[in-house]
């Protein structure tokens, strides 16, 4: 090399810039599938959908992909080392013991991947010692929500935010309360026949911090929301709202309202509502799914605008808090949530979510019955304090 720097220069400073990591796979007829670990993997273009990744000349492996002209990428998990590197051994059996099924192209999605993603090849260009192959996307899909595999220095890990770090600490303290309510959220998911979460609020976040009956929801089945964060604004975490620290009320209101239609005074006057009940109920169907939907899609943390404007419209459904009347009103009812009182003023907040649509009177009555008998059983089991005032179960405060 005529450079002023070595190979195993290029390779150590190169090695700062972290990668994911990547199986390319493709079926091979009358032969194993093939598949090679490529780290060189990135996004290239939306419009069309392209991607691209660099095989070494030197692979053995990525002849008989291109062969094919149809590949699937792979996105592994942060547990798939042993994987990442079976797939990166020259000359291996790479697909033993290794379980798949196939993506639209035939290509393997190798299973406990977090995402996939279907290729044609576009194109293929000669760089140095490397091929830049560039593919069109014709299928993706994510698989899970499990965190990715990251490759950096020669060594492996997985992505922790740097907020997220601080947090981590103040998740711990809530460890002790997810042990001590975890039955009674199983028994709230069995007996409404839906999924029951606990979550709290760590600073400027909502946390998900524990979950049973995702299952069971009538809505359908969706993965867990277990460790979803999401600002911690109105709607969200409104039992959190009316009977946490009064001084959090201004940032949960302001950052999103329209102060003329729900303004602080506006929610001052549902919040009180909210705690006269001791319940929240969350309704409508439209507004509801695309909330979820913006957070489904969302990459980042805090608030970005699609949440921001899917948050506006459940808030106006949640300003508007029903009173549960006779046996022939119908509720769609999206979630339904009450606080739990912690020692020292704290609270956090047990909630249905993905209950059935069309909700009876009858049965709403029951959830809001068996949710405030939690929310007296979780308090009294962690030390907590009912404020004078919150309903008793059956008191029925409608
Ligand atoms: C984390 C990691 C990232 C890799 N990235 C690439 C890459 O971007 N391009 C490449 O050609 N090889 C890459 N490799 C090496 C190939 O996986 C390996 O050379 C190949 O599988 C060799 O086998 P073959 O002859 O069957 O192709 C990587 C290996 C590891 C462990």
Redesign the pocket.
């Known amino acids: 090399m005529t450079h002023e720097f070595t190979a195993q220069q290029f390779r150590q400073v190169l090695g700062q810039y972290p990668t994911g990591?990547v199986v390319v796979t493709a079926t091979i007829p009358g032969a194993p599938p093939a598949a090679?670990?490529?780290?060189?993997f990135s996004s290239v273009s939306l419009d069309p959908p392209l991607v691209a990744?660099?095989?070494?000349k030197d692979?053995?492996?990525?002849p008989k992909i291109q062969a094919q002209g149809r590949f699937c990428i792979n996105v592994l998990g942060a547990d798939q080392e042993a994987l990442?590197?079976a797939?990166?051994t020259?000359g291996a059996d790479k697909f033993a013991g290794v379980a798949w099924h196939p993506a639209p192209s035939g290509a393997p999605i190798i299973n406990g991947a977090v995402a996939w993603i279907d290729c044609e090849m576009e194109d293929v260009l000669t760089l140095g010692d490397?091929y830049l192959v560039v593919g069109h996307v014709t299928a993706l899909e994510t698989e899970s929500q499990d965190l990715p595999l990251l490759?950096f220095r020669g060594g492996y890990g997985r992505f922790l935010p740097s907020s997220l770090a601080a947090s981590e600490s103040s998740l711990a303290e809530f460890l002790p309360v997810v042990e001590a309510v975890r039955a009674e959220l199983e028994s709230v998911a069995r007996d409404c026949g839906s999924e029951c979460n606990l979550a709290a609020q760590i600073r400027d976040e909502f946390v998900v911090l524990a979950g049973a009956g995702a299952q069971a929801s009538p809505r359908g089945k969706r993965p867990t929301r277990v460790g979803r964060r999401l600002p911690y604004l109105a709607p969200i975490g409104a039992p959190l709202a009316a009977w946490g620290d009064p001084a959090d009320l201004d940032r949960w209101v302001s950052p999103v309202s329209d102060a003329s239609v729900d303004g602080l005074e506006r929610w001052q006057d549902t919040l009180d509502v909210i705690r006269r009940r001791g319940y929240v109920i969350g309704r409508g169907d439209t507004p509801y799914a695309a909330m979820e939907n913006a957070i489904d899609e969302r990459t980042g943390r805090g608030a970005d605008p699609a949440l921001l404007s899917a948050l506006v419209e459940v808030r106006k459904t949640m300003l508007d808090q029903p009173s549960i009347g006779s046996s022939d009103d119908k509720y769609d009812v999206r979630s339904l949530t009450v606080p739990i009182f912690l020692p020292a003023g704290r609270v956090v907040q047990m909630g249905l979510y993905g209950l059935q649509a069309d909700m009876s009177s009858d049965t709403l009555r029951r959830c809001v019955r068996r949710l405030l008998q939690a929310s007296w059983r979780c308090t009294e089991s962690l030390g907590g304090e009912m404020p004078a005032g919150f309903p008793l179960p059956g008191t029925d405060q409608h």
């Open positions: 990591v090679l670990t490529i780290g060189s990744f660099y095989p070494g692979s053995s492996t990525w990442c590197r797939f990166a020259k490397h490759f």
